[in-house]
């Protein structure tokens, strides 16, 4: 069973940094387009960043030059580094693996930026 299990929400004071991680197993990671979205309560699910199996990326306006999606295939971990957090930022954020038909998600990491 396919499993991506996703780590480093809390909460974190405005103008702070979280670094988000997702591991996954039972798929073959490096063939796979990685991504992370977040969901924030009556909101939809929206996409933050994005990784291909070849490294390209892409990011959402709100979070460019603030966030930083990285891959270590060798660990089989994608990771969102989230620096300048805004109170805007607070959200579930779920990690997603898609590779032609078969599209996988983790179960979620809260993160909350309050003061």
């Known amino acids: 069973q396919v499993q991506l299990v996703e780590s480093g929400g809390g909460l974190v004071q405005p103008g702070g940094s979280l670094r988000l991680s997702c591991a996954a197993s039972r798929i073959i990671f490096s063939f796979y387009t990685m991504a992370w979205y977040r969901q924030a309560p009556g909101r939809q699910r929206e996409l933050v960043a994005r990784?291909?199996?070849?490294?390209?990326?892409n990011y959402a306006d709100s979070v460019k030059g603030r966030f930083t999606i990285s891959r270590d295939n060798a660990k089989n971990t994608v990771y969102l580094q989230m620096n300048s957090l805004k109170p805007e930022d607070t959200a579930v954020y779920y990690c997603?693996?898609?590779?032609?038909?078969?599209?996988?998600w983790g179960q979620g990491t809260q993160v909350t930026v309050s003061s």
């Open positions: 990784i291909s199996s070849a490294g390209s990326t």
């Open positions: 997603n693996a898609v590779w032609g038909k078969s599209d996988y």
